[in-house]
């Protein structure tokens, strides 16, 4: 089951659902392609819709990755969709709303934190892994993160890897708003329609803003050279191989440093 994306729109407001329940909503190649190809589409229509970005169920909004594939004979083009999928959602013009309906990890941490807001389910855990399975994340990725809740907290979830509740999530500003699991939907559709009535320009204008203003501090392309290099030397590392041989077995990884 390689998961799909699913959309719904309802006014100005369109539902984009992760749907791989049996993977916790992993996100594999299937869904990195149709979140871009979603979110085109909504760039073509003339009713600037907010988007709400949700998993399937009440489990999980996304692990992240999916571990399970085979990353060693990915193409170039392959290699790209996480990428740009993130881009994608980062440019589209109007806000985004995550809907965390469960727990959150890996890259989808990521995925929340290109959201513009995010509302949490009250028992949610969210936690950041490379560390656990010897990669490095871009530093575009890790900036994305910082930005939302400063460079100590993302020091700590990265460094750690352990989750945290969504408490410690709320209190740390991971979360705009942290509701229990029946009005998790209000909460969010509340807040996607409020934003939705008002003037399509100002929210258009106001999100490029915000955009240029984060871009201001962006890693230079000679840092985002040496990030690429070093992800690469640890993505063919004895460490990555241990960590994602551990994360399948379910025991303790023996990293050695190489």
């Known amino acids: 089951m390689t998961g799909t994306v699913k959309a719904d729109i309802d006014g100005n407001v369109c539902t984009l ?21 979603q979110f085109e589409r909504l760039d073509q229509r003339d009713d600037y819709p907010v988007v709400v970005l949700t998993g399937e169920g009440d489990h999980a909004f996304s692990a992240g990755f999916d571990l399970s594939v085979d ?12 990428p740009r999928m993130i881009s994608t959602l980062e440019e589209y013009e109007y806000p985004t709303i995550a ?5 959150t990890y890996g890259g989808a941490m990521e995925l929340i934190s290109t959201c513009d807001l995010r509302v949490g389910v009250r028992g949610a855990t969210f936690g950041i892994t490379p560390a656990k399975i010897g990669l490095v ?22 460094f ?3 989750p945290i509740d969504s408490n410690r999530a709320d209190e740390i500003g991971l979360l705009n708003h942290l509701t229990d699991r029946d009005e998790l939907e209000e909460t969010t559709y509340d807040l996607a329609e409020t934003i939705a009535g008002n003037a399509p320009l100002s929210l258009k204008y106001m999100k490029k803003i915000f955009r240029n203003l984060e871009e201001k501090t962006t890693p230079s ?5 040496w990030v690429s290099r ?5 993505f063919k590392s004895a460490d990555h ?9 379910g025991d303790d990884p023996e990293f050695v440093g190489e």
């Open 17 to 37: 659902t992760i749907s791989n329940p049996g993977k916790r909503n992993a996100i594999g190649y299937t869904i990195l392609e149709e979140l871009i190809e």
């Open 71 to 82: 990353r060693t004979e990915q193409t170039e083009e392959q290699k790209e969709l996480w």
């Open 221 to 225: 392309d000679l840092e985002q050279d």
């Open 241 to 249: 191989e241990e960590g994602i041989r551990s994360f399948n077995a």
């Open 99 to 103: 809907m965390i309906n469960g727990d």
């Open 230 to 234: 070093v992800r690469d030397e640890a």
């Open 137 to 158: 994340y871009k530093g575009t990725s890790i900036k994305r993160v910082i930005d939302v809740v400063g460079y100590p907290y993302a020091k700590e979830l990265l």
């Open 160 to 162: 750690t890897g352990e």
